[in-house]
Antibody, heavy 121, light 107 residues
Framework: EVQLVESGGGLVQPGGSLRLSCAAS????????MNWVRQAPGKGLEWVSY????????YYTDSVKGRFTISRDNAKNSLFLQMDNLRADDTALYYC??????????????WGQGTLVTVSS | DIQMTQSPSSLSTSVGDRVTITCRAS??????LSWYQHRPGIAPKLLIY???RLQSGVPSRFSGSGSGTNFTLTISNLQPEDFATYYC?????????FGQGTELELK
């Protein structure tokens, strides 16, 4: 059974840092691209970042470029999101998401339960 | 960035109804379109990928269609567990943008 378990969320002051982790199991982690997606309170889903299976390709949404860093450790089946210089509008539930790729499309087929990040003084 | 526009933003409906949600992309995205269901307190769930392919384990009352810029999600014979928010998402390019969501409410 595929499982994605996020951790590392919490309350942090503006300008602070947090490191989110995602422990993956039930599949060959090293062969899948991964993403972080977030949902702010009362808002819709927002894609945050992507990392390819070998870490050779990395993308971010504009609002987090230069502040967030995505990484992975395939030996430990883990995905990370280092979040620096946090702002109030980063407050959200952050999901770890597996991406499956077929020639006709890419899609998010497994999601974790999420970890809550609250940025407030 | 590719903008995804869903309509309607909310819909009051009843058990047993048939509903259609539309999603329009600001540029052609071929079939790089997925649909997700999101219920409060539960992780989002993939329903449809590649515009029209039903994810394994998803009931056949869910169906998707479209290509290019216009897409639809249809739910036939609504069940109580289907009252949720539905999102379309394009994976043709980054950022991987979502629609703003369509909330199904019990009439």
């Amino acid at each position: 059974e595929v499982q994605l378990v996020e951790s590392g969320g919490g309350l942090v002051q503006p300008g602070g840092s947090l490191r989110l982790s995602c422990a993956a199991s039930g599949f060959t982690f090293s062969t899948y691209s991964m993403n972080w997606v977030r949902q702010a309170p009362g808002k819709g889903l927002e894609w945050v970042s992507y990392i390819s299976s070998s870490s050779s390709l990395i993308y971010y949404t504009d609002s987090v470029k230069g502040r967030f860093t995505i990484s992975r450790d395939n030996a430990k089946n883990s995905l990370f999101l280092q979040m620096d210089n946090l702002r109030a509008d980063d407050t959200a539930l952050y999901y770890c998401v597996r991406e499956t790729r077929i020639p006709q499309s890419y899609y998010f087929d497994y999601w974790g339960q999420g970890t809550l990040v609250t940025v407030s003084s | 960035d590719i903008q995804m526009t869903q309509s309607p933003s909310s819909l009051s409906t009843s058990v047993g109804d048939r509903v259609t949600i539309t999603c329009r992309a600001s540029q052609r995205i071929s079939s790089f379109l997925s649909w997700y269901q999101h219920r409060p307190g539960i992780a989002p769930k993939l329903l449809i990928y590649a515009a029209s392919r039903l994810q394994s384990g998803v009931p056949s009352r869910f169906s998707g269609s479209g290509s290019g810029t216009n897409f639809t999600l249809t739910i036939s014979n609504l069940q109580p567990e289907d009252f949720a928010t539905y999102y379309c998402q394009q994976s043709y390019d980054t950022p991987r943008t979502f629609g703003q969501g369509t909330e199904l409410e019990l009439k």
